[in-house]
């Protein structure tokens, strides 16, 4: 069974964030080429570096910074949980 794009989009996302974790380039002075991390540019990463997730330093490298990303999780968060609330009360009012 193949996965939802959202859910696809999400397995992506994780798997470029832990190439850098796991090169430890979480500050500028750590940031390393994506040809070193094994990476190579697309949708998703340019989607996360447009967000300041990977923020771009001289000399093509990047790193990963760790606050825009749990504020970017927490947003996500609030908008499911928003959307979830209000399918229920539309449900609950009988509106659906």
């Known amino acids: ?3 939802t794009p959202g859910v ?3 397995i ?3 798997k470029i964030i832990a190439a850098f974790l ?3 380039c979480a500050s500028i002075e750590k940031a390393k080429s994506l040809d070193e991390l094994g990476l190579r540019e697309s949708h998703t ?8 997730v ?7 490298k990047y790193f990963f910074d760790k606050k825009v990303w749990d504020h970017t999780r927490k947003t996500r968060l609030i908008f499911i949980a928003a959307a979830i609330i209000i399918v229920l009360v539309l449900v609950l009012t009988n509106v659906l």
């Open 12 to 14: 992506k996302q994780k």
């Open 45 to 52: 990463f340019n989607n996360l570096e447009s967000k300041g």
């Open 54 to 60: 990977f923020v771009k330093c001289d000399g093509g």
């Open 22 to 24: 796991s090169n430890d």
């Open 8 to 10: 696809a989009i999400r």
């Open 1 to 3: 069974m193949n996965a």
